[in-house]
């Protein structure tokens, strides 16, 4: 039994350790850049503040390639008001819904963190927000680079795996 949760703890480490490095280094030979493009501000009690990203140059709809090479147009994520960049490239949407958005800009992918349980229902929650704020289906969310996962400290039992779009597991 011992053995078991010690391989089973192994795993789940090893897994975020594979979410983290995919969020962080994802293909991009920007990283190894100074993140400057995010300003960083402090009120005068010394917390961060928060600046909205600057979207009056970005246009309304930009296109994704998909995981078979093809493109899908969608609404620009960097522009939902909910939306802020959070590294170069890098932009989050924090829900208060339980689930946390990111996307990476540099390979087009997503990262969805669940931290709020039943972790299904909450994953399809926030599967159907993307897909409505992309202004694609549900369906068409299985063409694009998705990883969702928890982490261990939430949920040991599905933390490290990618639970991936419900729609696109059948």
Known sequence: MRTFLTSTLLICIFGLA???????????????????????????????????????SEP?????????????????????????PVGVGMYTLDSNQGYQIIFNESNSSFAINISKQPVISTRDQAVQALADDLGVSVLDL????????????????TAGRNLGVGACNN
């Open 18 to 56: 594979i979410f983290v490095a995919f969020m962080l280094f994802g293909g991009s030979q920007e990283q190894s850049e100074v993140i400057s493009d995010v300003p960083d501000s402090t009120n005068q009690i010394g917390n961060a503040v928060t600046t909205p990203y600057n979207s009056a």
């Open 60 to 84: 309304a709809m930009t296109t994704l390639e998909t995981l078979y090479g093809q493109t899908l147009t969608i609404n620009n994520f960097k522009i939902i008001e909910k939306v802020r």
């Open 142 to 157: 299985c063409l694009l680079n998705i990883y969702i996962s928890t982490t261990y400290d939430f949920d040991p039992t």
